[in-house]
Nanobody, 121 residues
Framework: QVQLVESGGGLVQAGGSLRLSCAAS????????MGWFRQAPGKEREFVAA????????YYGNSVKGRFTISRDNAKNTVYLQMDSLKPEDTAVYYC??????????????WGQGTQVTVSS
């Protein structure tokens, strides 16, 4: 089992920045790719970013490419999502997940409880 706890969400004005963190406990963190997904009310869960176990490979969703950066610190069992140039349409609950490197939700076996990000215009 892997337990994931997100933090760092909040309210920010458009154009601002936030950094989300996801702390993992349980099995060996570096064995897992980590992903960030988000879900806005009434919408499906959307892929945001993913990073391989070593951190060498990253994927980004088209809507966040160039604005968000995913990184991980395997010594701290933590994955981060730096979000810059935030837009109101980035408002959602953000989830981190552990599993296989993919843009698809079904590739991830473990999920956090989510953290709310609200971007005001």
């Amino acid at each position: 089992q892997v337990q994931l706890v997100e933090s760092g969400g909040g309210l920010v004005q458009a154009g601002g920045s936030l950094r989300l963190s996801c702390a993992a406990s349980g099995r060996t963190f570096s064995n897992y790719a980590m992903g960030w997904f988000r879900q806005a009310p009434g919408k499906e869960r959307e892929f945001v970013a993913a990073i391989s176990g070593t951190g060498a490979t990253t994927y980004y969703g088209n809507s966040v490419k160039g604005r968000f950066t995913i990184s991980r610190d395997n010594a701290k069992n933590t994955v981060y999502l730096q979000m810059d140039s935030l837009k109101p349409e980035d408002t959602a609950v953000y989830y981190c997940a552990a599993g296989r490197m993919s843009t698809r939700t079904r590739a991830y076996d473990y999920w956090g409880q989510g953290t709310q990000v609200t971007v005001s215009s």
